[in-house]
């Protein structure tokens, strides 16, 4: 069978302000894996592909935590990953984790 996963990860922290989008990860042909949680209570994490997602209802959306520091809302991409730019937004502000693996 195979050996260990050959998978580089790479693991950060982002603080999102009110309704100010931030592009977290640039276009990556190589990426194999991608997860994002959100972190903060102050609202809702849009994820938007290729652009800022900040009108409702565009993007996949995750909840906060119940507690600073918990794990709200969280989205793992393995079978099909996005290759484009990711974008984080949230009109209230709020604290993300991101892991990227290539």
């Known amino acids: 069978m195979g050996g260990p996963n050959p998978l580089n990860f790479r693991t950060f922290a982002v603080t999102l302000a009110s309704s100010v989008p931030?592009?977290?990860?640039?276009?990556?042909?190589y990426r194999s894996y991608l997860l994002i949680e959100n972190m903060g209570t102050g609202g809702a994490l849009r994820v938007g592909f290729s652009t800022a997602p900040l009108a409702p209802?565009?993007?996949?959306?995750?909840?906060p935590a119940t507690s600073s520091g918990g794990q709200g809302g969280g989205w793992e991409f393995v079978q099909v990953v996005p290759t484009n730019s990711i974008y984080l937004y949230s009109a209230a502000g709020t604290k993300a984790v991101v892991v990227e693996g290539t």
């Open 57 to 63: 209802g565009r993007g996949l959306s995750l909840d």
């Open 22 to 29: 931030q592009r977290v990860l640039p276009i990556n042909m």
